[in-house]
């Protein structure tokens, strides 16, 4: 079955230090990996996204996400958290020929001062 | 440019009332998709369109009719509403055709109660 994965519910980190949210997938398909961020009563916004080519990818504000194929992860990455950041933070798997999106439970990330 | 706007942002219901939640985007894009959230739950697809008079099935349609009339608006309706409806709803649009690597577009929710 198709899933996605986001074993943490809620991740606490102080402002400055780094941050990694895990995700897994299982989907049959080559897939395409997504990592969108919703603040408090807005909607999600996304990060960034694979689909091809270089498996580290770039995002919005200083993120950055590796797909690795034998582990099924796309890990999401900051090496010096904000306390901005502060918000849950959503992994999704698209595939080729699809309309429909899976979106794992989410992580909830708190910033201490 | 607006993007994707919901409204209403909040809404109170009592079991068996009948309601609509509306959403328009102006970014003339085909797909557009309705999610509920819940907690622990994630984002849950409950029908999309790709396009003006096709709508199909998400994973949790009962209980939700939609219908796409023109390209920027695509309506939720609940036809009698249940407790278990209670949840914040997300309409989210994309460019693109039959293609996952598109980005969504996410409203800011409408966050419904049914009491």
């Known amino acids: 079955a198709q899933s996605v994965t986001q074993p943490d519910i809620h991740i606490t980190v102080s402002e400055g230090a780094s941050l990694e949210l895990r995700c897994n997938y299982s989907y049959g398909a080559t897939p395409y990996l997504f990592w969108y961020v919703q603040s408090p009563g807005q909607g999600l916004q996304l990060l960034l996204k694979?689909?091809?080519?270089?498996?580290l990818v770039q995002g919005i504000k200083g993120f950055e996400a590796e797909f690795k194929r034998s582990q099924s992860s796309f890990n999401l990455r900051k090496p010096s958290v904000h306390w901005s950041d502060a918000a849950e933070y959503f992994c999704?798997?698209?595939?080729?020929?699809?309309?429909?999106?899976?979106f794992g439970t989410g992580t909830r990330l708190k910033v201490l001062a | 440019n607006a993007g994707v706007t919901q409204t209403p942002k909040f809404q109170v219901l009592k079991t068996g009332q009948s309601m609509t939640l509306q959403c328009a985007q102006d970014m003339n894009h085909e797909y557009m998709s309705w999610y509920r959230q819940d907690p622990g739950m994630g984002l849950r697809l409950i029908h999309y369109s790709v396009g003006a008079g096709i709508t199909d099935q998400g994973e949790v349609p009962n209980g939700y009719n939609v219908s796409r009339s023109t390209t920027e608006d695509f309506p939720l309706r609940l036809l009698s509403a249940a407790p278990s409806q209670t949840s914040v709803y997300f309409c989210?649009?994309?460019?693109?055709?039959?293609?996952?690597?598109?980005?969504?577009?996410f409203g800011s929710g409408t966050q419904l109660s049914v009491l």
């Open positions: 999704a798997v698209g595939a080729s020929g699809t309309y429909k999106y899976i």
């Open positions: 694979y689909f091809s080519g270089d498996t």
């Open positions: 989210a649009s994309r460019a693109g055709g039959r293609d996952g690597n598109e980005k969504l577009f």
